[in-house]
């Protein structure tokens, strides 16, 4: 079993829309956990960092629960420009890197 | 601020060849790491280091060798090169929590 897990993709939605990604971790001693972004070709950045009380950044809203090891990120009222892959990533010393969703607003 | 720099952006390299894959940053963190990516894949950490003269195997340390004689640089070698290691690799620094991104180097071993 990976130690970070998360949905598949490729989530194809309409602008507008709003976008659920999942994410699974087997790690119960990981201390933090991120979202970073990555663009087509480029380099990871952070997207936000995830607490247990759940924490909005705009249209961002992510969400930890520890006991079910499971982290969520919810993006509103979706623009063109939030197409790229959402990677999740847990902390315990070293980051962890799940494979990433790719997400892809259609007009 | 450059922040995170590597060279070259892309390489091609025939099966047994070696070669150094550069990084610097200017963000005087003392954490550096290396990673691959590799298609469709999350990243997979190859070396770390926390410090000037300190580096510490990863995940998937195999066929490669680093060095950090400064807090600025931090080379990632390959030697003889295989298929396997055609990825993505990118040099990141920060502490714990963020990491800055260098923009990557993409490498093909043929």
């Known amino acids: 079993r990976k130690e970070v897990e998360q949905d598949p993709g490729p989530f194809n939605v309409p602008e507008g829309a709003t976008v659920a990604f999942n994410c699974t971790y087997s790690n119960s001693a990981s201390q933090s956990f991120f979202w970073y972004r990555q663009d087509c070709r480029k380099e990871p950045k952070l997207l936000m960092s995830?607490?247990?009380?759940?924490n909005e950044d705009g249209r961002f809203t992510a969400q930890l629960n520890r006991a079910s090891q499971y982290i969520s990120l919810l993006i509103r009222d979706s623009k063109l420009s939030d197409s790229a892959t959402y990677l999740c990533?847990?902390?315990?010393?070293?980051?962890?890197w799940g494979a990433g969703t790719k997400l892809i607003i259609k007009p | 601020n450059a922040g995170v720099t590597q060279t070259p952006k892309f390489r091609i390299l025939k099966i047994g060849q070696s070669m150094t894959l550069q990084c610097a940053q200017d963000?005087?963190?003392?954490?550096m790491y290396w990673y691959r990516q590799d298609p469709g894949m999350g990243l997979k950490l190859i070396y770390y280091?926390?410090?000037?003269?300190?580096?510490d195997k990863g995940e998937v340390p195999n066929g490669y060798n680093v060095s950090r004689s400064t807090t600025e640089d931090f080379p990632l070698r390959l030697e003889l090169a295989a298929p396997s290691q055609t990825s993505v690799y990118f040099c990141?620094?920060?502490?714990?929590?963020?990491?800055?991104f260098g923009p990557g180097t993409r490498l093909t071993v043929l």
């Open positions: 995830v607490y247990s009380s759940g």
């Open positions: 990141a620094t920060g502490g714990g929590s963020e990491q800055f």
């Open positions: 963000m005087n963190h003392n954490y």
């Open positions: 990533v847990s902390y315990n010393y070293q980051l962890i």
């Open positions: 280091s926390v410090g000037a003269g300190i580096t």
